[in-house]
């Protein structure tokens, strides 16, 4: 009689751990729920604007347009200069942010030295360093890129220096305790405790480094999507103007939910 009770006990308590769950996949439906009925929402919105005025492509024309864009190949060299660009300032301006905020994050004095500096530097709009670049590499792809490694640098700068400063303290006392060496204490303990909220910082670098090729190609460049969308608003080509739009649109969104799954993982192993 014993020995049949104490078979029945672990279904009914598996079954308890389980309750919680139901709620849970609930809450989860219910945020995949409002994630996809944003972008439906965006496109009935467009449907209804476009015929009221003839300053908004239609969403069908828009996606006609971008479709001949790759099938005819007006659109590949824009791209390829403008994604170039993102790609190399990013991890330019990524290789150049992390190490330092690491310092800056493990160290009390560099900070009291250097956040008035970056704070100040912070606040001044990049834009106005792009004449500085173009006056030093001339238009082209160098000074684009340029521009979007400090755009993306300070950031990912900030958040690797907050994320590494709010370490766990008695998981540092723990690698001393160990003997670990700093760069035992940097790989096993430092990085890790702090990599989602540099993934945080990671993401809006990745971000902001679009913004800022897109603007500078806006300004001076021989070739980018930025300089394509205002040669056809220029034009009024206003499907050709909205399709580059989408697209941009399109491989931001890809490059934010790559990170995002990234720091996902990160954060929860």
Do not use: C
């Amino acid at each position: 009689m014993t020995v049949t009770t104490s078979a029945t006990e672990p279904p009914r308590a598996a079954g308890i751990h389980e309750e919680p769950q139901g709620p849970e996949r609930a809450k989860r439906r219910r945020l995949q729920a409002a994630r996809m009925a944003v972008p439906i929402g965006f496109l009935a919105l467009w449907l209804t604007v476009s015929p009221l005025t003839e300053l908004v492509s239609a969403p069908f024309a828009t996606i006609a347009e971008l479709a001949d864009g790759f099938l005819s190949g007006w659109i590949y060299e824009g791209l390829v200069a403008t994604a170039s660009a993102v790609l190399m300032g990013f991890l330019l301006g990524t290789a150049a942010a992390f190490p330092i905020g690491y310092l800056l994050g493990r160290s009390t004095g560099l900070r009291r030295i250097f956040d008035p500096l970056i704070a100040g530097t912070f606040a001044v709009p990049r834009i106005i360093l792009y004449p500085v670049l173009l006056a030093v590499f001339g238009v082209g792809l160098e000074a684009e890129t340029g521009m979007v490694a400090i755009s993306a640098f300070f950031p990912i700068l900030m958040a690797t220096t907050a994320s590494v400063k709010q370490v766990s303290e008695s998981l540092l006392k723990l690698g001393r305790s160990l003997r670990a060496s700093r760069l035992q204490t940097a790989a096993k303990i430092v990085i890790p405790d702090a990599a989602p909220g540099i993934m945080v910082g990671i993401r809006i670098g990745f971000s902001i480094s679009f913004i800022a090729a897109i603007i500078a190609e806006f300004f001076a460049a021989k070739d980018g999507l930025g300089l394509m969308i205002s040669e056809a608003y220029a034009s009024l080509e206003l499907a050709r103007m909205y399709a580059i739009v989408l697209l941009i649109l399109v491989i931001a969104s890809v490059g934010n939910l790559v990170l995002w799954w990234l720091e996902r993982r990160l954060r929860h192993g």
